[in-house]
């Protein structure tokens, strides 16, 4: 059991580019999670996969943002012209529905810089 | 929106006391988790309670889930400065398309 993983750990960006982050979650895992953290806050839900079908989005998620989970595997969360408030932790978490307590075990995060 | 209320937000203490951090809601949870965070790191999950009422012991650490499982302690004893970090409190709501945690804005504690 390797746990989550992330990649990249960190991004620089200028404002307008797009950035793609990578989640690989806990093998067995079949849900996967995004969530997005700033300074002094907790972490804030963006969006939930079962297998390869993204079943839950927040409002937190604009139209900038994608996310995929093709294979019911790996994920990537993809934002198209970043803006500065787009600064944050991005944390990626999985799960086992089939488990009692439906735990969510987080990876390291991909730390993202809009200058 | 953050459904669940941490207190206190920071903590400074010296090694060898103890300390109790809080996390409450208006809401009901089916399950409650609580984490530790270091800076620049995913939180790692400490504990998972799910009754009314639960009591769990890791080591130094004890974990309350309330009665009405609104709410929930984590008492550490004896503290160490390797208990340094950020302790966030989440909540799972059942819901028909999965359990999205809601945080609370985390405890951070410094033991020095």
């Known amino acids: 059991d390797t746990g989550v993983s992330q990649n990249p750990r960190h991004k620089i960006t200028k404002r307008g580019q797009n950035v793609t982050f990578r989640c690989d979650p806990i093998s067995e895992h079949n849900r996967l999670y995004w969530y997005r953290q700033t300074l002094g806050q907790g972490p804030e839900f963006l969006t939930y996969?079962?297998?390869?079908?993204?079943?839950?989005k927040s409002r937190l998620l604009s139209d900038r943002f994608s996310a995929e989970r093709p294979k019911g595997s790996f994920s990537t969360l993809e934002i198209q012209r970043t803006e500065q408030g787009d600064s944050a932790m991005y944390l990626c978490a999985s799960s086992f529905s089939l488990s009692y307590t439906d735990t969510q075990y987080f990876g390291p995060g991909t730390r993202l810089t809009v200058l | 929106t953050q459904l669940l209320e941490q207190s206190p937000q920071f903590l400074s203490i010296q090694e060898g006391e103890n300390l109790t951090v809080y996390c409450n809601s208006s809401s009901v949870f089916s399950s409650l988790q609580w984490y530790r965070q270091e800076p620049g790191e995913g939180p790692v999950l400490l504990v998972t309670?799910?009754?009314?009422?639960e009591v769990k012991k890791l080591k130094r650490l004890t974990f309350q889930f309330g009665d009405a499982r609104k709410d929930s302690s984590l008492h550490i004893t004896a503290a160490q400065p390797g208990d340094t970090g950020l302790y966030l409190c989440a909540g799972a709501a059942n819901s028909n398309s999965g359990y999205a945690l809601n945080f609370g804005k985390g405890t951070s504690l410094l033991v020095t």
């Open positions: 309670v799910v009754t009314g009422g």
């Open positions: 996969f079962q297998n390869e079908a993204q079943l839950e």
